[in-house]
């Protein structure tokens, strides 16, 4: 037979009641834990009566906090040739110029983007065809300040560098000076052959107005197209490779140094 079993109340107390206590506990503590977080999540303006919600999706954490007053540095690179279109090759072709181009290139956007308020677009960053018409498209659209491409010499005999710049009746002053600023940063990395700045294009004379590499033709801003060095020639392959890294720092630094000169770059503004 069952015994009856008489509830003891204050052994129920005794044991519920501390454990109702820690629950009620938790729930106030958990509730301003809450409230805490949330004021967390505002930011107040200075006379701190409107808190303005500060916004924590992973878009709005990834847009950088730029000064639109800041004035951006634009540098067009275009490195030459591509896809299809190999440019110049060694003698015995195992060498293409587009890839020495590309390389040499990318190397110096990276260089420029180490500074400040420098932007840099390239008229090609992999091995594509790209027409000319479309690179010059690039720097005018973009406003671009300086415009240099980059390519690599051949010829049956001969090495050196040598840049090239419009040699029309336009003020080429700017163009000048741009060749100037890169080859003498490059002379001073040691090339094989310094052949200067030259007008107009190979061929061409500094009388033949109008004569002139398309790309630096038809940009409208400062130009000139760098030859950095012969495709057959052995010792400025050899220059080419063990020096790249220095000859695009050298390339990087003239297009900083004069646009800090003319005035056109400001790496401390803020
Ligand atoms: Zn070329």
Redesign the pocket.
Known sequence: MARKRHIRWDRVAAVFGPLLLLILLLCVCCKDRGASDESSLTIRTTDARTPVPLQTTADSQAVPVTNPDVREYTIVLDP??GGNDD??TNRDKTRL?KND?LQLSLAVRDHLLKHPHVRVLMTRETDVFVELDERCRIANSANADFFVSI??NSATDGDGVEIWVNNSAKDNAMDKLLGGYIMEKLDEVGVSNNRGVRYGFRGSSRETVGNNYYVNRNTNMPSCLVEMGFMTSDVDNRFFDERMDQYAEAIASAIIEIGEDKNLYNASAQ
Do not use: K, S, T, V
């Open positions: 030459g040739h440019g110049a110029e181009n390519h690599r």
